[in-house]
Every structure is written in structure tokens, then in C-alpha cells.
């Protein structure tokens, strides 16, 4: 049974001649409500950055797929345009259960609310009813290891706070499909390997995982495949240690003498 199928999905963006202003979630949202638009946002005549490009990928029910490739590969794309976080330009996501997914540090928290209240949104927006939030609250906040701190704003969080408790709401959601982006590059010694050990524990409960991850033992332990972009690219599929393997040695060929 297909869990996540990718077909001939590509992804475009519009470049800018100046980079755009800055704004946060809520002041975008100000801005939309009075109509306006924030300044800088000069672009350029037909300029787009195509950062996936015609990836096709079907991947079974309870399979856990990795993601390699260098820095600007589109690793991080795929993952959000299969989450559903951005639309595909081009071709067809299509996914089966309930996807759960942690991107970068503390993505999905909101800087002006309180930890607590972060929970419940990004619990929610994660598809975990009201009745799931309160039942799994306690747990949440003890692996996060923030309990003296639900009640105060994310912005006085340190960013391994932040990164703690996004993967503890999005580790509790009961998802078929798991996706993770670095989440092992953030956070203390012991929160990742706290994370790990959470990471294997749904593993073994059967969840599909797709992670992006430059933790080669880490893949080795978890995956069962790998795949490599590059420029957007699909280039190499298949078994573990032979990915791995062709992909080191193509990284080390290619870096500078």
C-alpha cells in the first residue's frame, strides 16, 4: 500500500530584485486585513528558482525513507510540498492517514503566545483534537523539559527550547506518516538522544518516516532506503548502505582540492 506518492512534482519560485521585507505571520496578516503589502517586493520580469523539479516517488505504508544532498538540493521543499505546507507548481501529492511533520527550529510555534497556548495551536494544526491535547499535555511538556516554562512566551525560549517542544507536540500526534527535517542538528546532547530514542519508538510502532538528515548512523539505524537529490533531482533510490556509499564518495570527488 502506497503511503506517499509524488508524481512529476515540481516546485518554482518567483525571484526578487530586492529581497522581500521581513514580516511575521501576524503582521502579514495585518497587512492582508488592511489591504496592503509590504514593501521591497520588487520582482523581476519571468525569474523563477525551480527547486524541485519533475520528482516522481512513491513510497509504501510503514517505509522509512531518507532524504540526501547537499545544501539547496530541495530536500526541505519536497518534504513541505508532501506535507502539504507549500503547493506544487507543477504534478500530483497524494498521501494516506494523517501526516505529522517537524520542519527547522521551533516551526509551527508562534513567538507571542505561551508555550501552553503553542501546544494547543500547533497540536491542532497537526490534526490533534482538544480531548488528545489535554490527555497527552502532561507528557508533551516533560519530554520538552519546559515545564517551569509553559506559561511564559515562546520569544523568551532559547532555541533548543523551542526545537524541544515542536518535535515533543509533533512525536505525540498518532500519525501514519511521520516527516522530520534535521531535527537531530538542533538541541543538547541529551535531547538528541532523547529524540532519537523517540524517533525509533515510532519507527517501530510501523509509521511511515520520511527525514531529511545528514546523521549517516542515524540513517543507517532507521532506514530501510535513501534517496539522493540533487538540483532538485532525484539521482539515486534505493537501498541504504549502497546510497550512502555512492553518495559519500560523489560529496568527497567533488569537494574543492
Do not use: W
Not at 511533520?101 to 513567538?111: C, E, I, W
Not at 541504504?240 to 556509499?245: A, K, M, P, R, T
Amino acid at each position: 500500500m502506497i503511503a506517499v506518492g509524488v508524481s512529476h512534482v515540481s516546485k518554482s519560485y518567483r525571484l526578487y530584485r530586492n529581497a522581500p521585507t521581513r514580516v511575521g505571520n501576524l503582521q502579514e496578516h495585518i497587512l492582508s486585513v488592511l489591504g496592503l503589502s509590504a514593501k521591497g517586493l520588487t520582482e523581476t520580469t519571468n525569474r523563477t528558482f525551480r527547486a524541485i523539479s519533475d520528482v516522481t516517488l512513491d513510497v509504501r505504508a510503514g517505509e522509512r525513507v531518507a532524504v540526501l544532498g547537499g545544501n539547496g538540493a530541495g530536500k526541505t521543499t519536497l518534504l513541505k510540498v508532501i506535507a502539504g505546507i507549500t503547493r506544487p507548481s507543477e504534478g500530483a501529492i497524494t498521501t494516506r492517514g494523517k501526516v505529522a511533520s517537524v520542519f527547522g527550529v521551533g516551526s509551527g510555534l508562534h513567538s507571542m503566545l505561551t508555550g501552553r497556548e503553542n501546544i494547543t495551536m500547533y497540536g491542532t494544526l497537526l490534526g490533534m483534537s482538544r480531548k488528545d491535547i489535554r490527555e497527552r499535555f502532561d507528557d508533551i511538556i516533560s519530554f520538552a523539559g519546559v515545564e517551569e516554562f509553559v506559561d511564559v512566551p515562546m520569544k523568551f525560549y532559547s532555541s533548543g527550547m523551542a526545537a524541544r517542544l515542536a518535535f515533543s507536540v509533533a512525536s505525540h500526534v498518532e500519525a501514519d506518516v511521520l516527516l522530520l527535517d534535521e531535527i537531530n542538528a538542533v538541541g543538547d546532547a541529551d535531547f538528541q538522544r532523547r529524540s532519537y530514542e523517540r524517533i525509533k519508538e515510532m519507527v517501530a510502532g510501523g509509521r511511515t518516516v520520511i527525514m531529511v538528515t545528514h546523521h549517516m548512523e542515524g540513517i543507517r539505524d532507521l532506514c530501510d532506503r535513501a534517496i539522493v537529490l540533487d538540483r532538485g533531482r532525484i539521482v539515486a533510490d534505493g537501498e541504504v548502505e549502497g546510497v550512502i556509499s555512492a553518495y559519500l564518495s560523489n560529496s568527497l570527488s567533488a569537494a574543492p582540492k
